[in-house]
């Protein structure tokens, strides 16, 4: 089993632009999570899902989009990049609620410049 | 609103000695806390899970973490350290709406 997968690993975007971050699971897990991590910030809640057709905004959601039509998949989108985006972007998930056990993938870092 | 603090983002240790990583929560309920281990260009990964039962919480390689309620505390400690405990390491809180809120990280540095 590959867990989670994020794709790319890597990317350097301009002002401007835009791209999608692909997460996909295959633990058939109904939530799901995309965190930012900055340097001495710890991780940041951008969106999160618990079930597909069901997404929810977290602590930083401005600037980006998600969706969820499938259970395996949960993509986010960046629309119009900015400096401030550039980070290093986590998906997790978790079988259920109150599990406590998030299961992370390698992450993508992005920069913007 | 849930949150917690950890404190020191940078701790050093020399190998075989005591790792005593600090964490404080706040919370109006009694809270799931979590401690989460991340390696160079790693996701992170769950070293152990405090969810109302025993008090002394054991992880994954000798760590483990005790819950105290008068301290708004739950501390990480590992008796003796090993290079390959080298890493930075999340505090967490589960929060309302099934979110999880992460601390600012600690990063561990075993010398030898």
């Known amino acids: 089993n590959a867990g989670v997968t994020q794709t790319p690993k890597f990317r350097i975007l301009k002002i401007g632009q835009s791209m999608t971050l692909q997460c996909t699971q295959d633990?058939?897990?109904?939530?799901m999570y995309w965190y930012r991590q900055d340097p001495g910030m710890g991780l940041k809640l951008i969106y999160y899902?618990?079930?597909?057709?069901?997404?929810d905004k977290g602590e930083v959601p401005n600037g980006y989009n998600v969706s969820r039509s499938t259970t395996e998949d949960f993509p986010l989108r960046l629309e119009l990049a900015a400096p401030s985006q550039t980070s290093v972007y986590f998906c997790?998930?978790?079988?259920?609620?109150?599990?406590?056990?998030?299961?992370f993938g390698e992450g993508s870092r992005l920069t913007v410049l | 609103a849930q949150s917690v603090t950890q404190l020191g983002s940078h701790v050093s240790v020399s190998e075989g000695a005591l790792v005593l990583l600090r964490c404080n929560y706040s919370?109006?309920?009694?809270?799931?806390l979590f401690w989460y281990v991340q390696y160079p260009n790693q996701g992170l990964q769950l070293l152990l899970k405090?969810?109302?039962?025993?008090?002394l919480v054991k992880g994954i390689n000798g760590f483990e973490a005790e819950f105290k309620k008068s301290e708004t505390s739950f501390h990480l400690t590992k008796p003796s350290a090993h290079m390959s405990d080298a890493a930075e390491y999340f505090c967490?809180?589960?929060?309302?709406?099934?979110?999880?809120?992460f601390g600012t990280g600690t990063s561990l540095t075993v010398i030898p």
């Open positions: 997790a998930t978790d079988r259920d609620r109150n599990t406590g056990e998030l299961f």
């Open positions: 633990m058939n897990h109904n939530y």
């Open positions: 899902s618990v079930g597909a057709g069901i997404t």
């Open positions: 919370s109006s309920v009694p809270p799931y």
């Open positions: 405090y969810t109302s039962a025993a008090t």
């Open positions: 967490a809180v589960e929060g309302t709406g099934n979110q999880f809120y």
